[in-house]
């Protein structure tokens, strides 16, 4: 559906505006539709990309800060975000071997069982698939690369 009927309103200053009206709609749409998906396994959309990162790590640990790094929504509170977790047995913490002041958090048996669960609710491309043909998402992707420069 066109912009201009989903937000009731068709002054824009110019195409530019438009366009950054467009994105900020759509990023709301996409994560709310994710949220839907997500909320019946009570957990959040950050929390569940920590848990992604921590599987990519697995069977390594991550420390805090490299959750931060790599978390899509860098204003997230990560070491909240952890404990949170943690309280659902999701990750644990331990102290590191080699730096006693450096802290390992690693995801759980139960944290994966999570995700493989997930993994098939959460598939962004199923999303896509039905508003987009692949070539059009190729498109997509390459102009967003260029936005951000």
């Known amino acids: 559906m066109e912009l201009e009927k989903?937000?009731?309103?068709?002054?824009?200053?110019?195409?530019?505006?438009k366009s950054i009206v467009n994105l900020i709609y759509t990023y709301n749409?996409?994560?709310?539709?994710?949220k839907k998906k997500i909320s019946k396994?009570?957990?959040?959309?950050?929390?569940?990309n920590i848990l992604r990162i921590l599987r990519g790590q697995y069977p390594n640990p991550?420390?805090?800060?490299?959750?931060?790094?790599?978390?899509?929504?860098?204003?997230?509170?990560?070491?909240?975000?952890?404990?949170?977790?943690?309280?659902?047995g999701m990750v644990t913490r331990c102290t590191?071997?080699?730096?006693?002041?450096?802290?390992?958090?690693?995801?759980?048996?139960?944290?994966?069982e999570v995700l493989k669960v997930l993994d098939n609710e959460m598939?962004?491309?199923?999303?896509i698939k039905n508003n987009l043909k692949e070539?059009?998402?190729?498109?997509l992707n390459l102009l967003l690369d260029k936005f951000r420069g």
């Open 6 to 17: 989903e937000i009731l309103s068709s002054k824009f200053e110019n195409p530019y505006h």
């Open 29 to 34: 749409w996409i994560t709310n539709l994710l």
């Open 41 to 48: 396994h009570q957990i959040t959309l950050q929390q569940y």
């Open 62 to 88: 991550s420390t805090v800060n490299m959750l931060k790094d790599r978390m899509l929504d860098k204003m997230s509170d990560s070491s909240r975000i952890v404990d949170r977790l943690i309280q659902k």
């Open 96 to 112: 590191n071997r080699s730096d006693r002041r450096a802290v390992d958090i690693m995801i759980t048996a139960q944290g994966l």
């Open 123 to 127: 598939n962004g491309a199923i999303i």
């Open 135 to 139: 070539e059009e998402a190729i498109k």
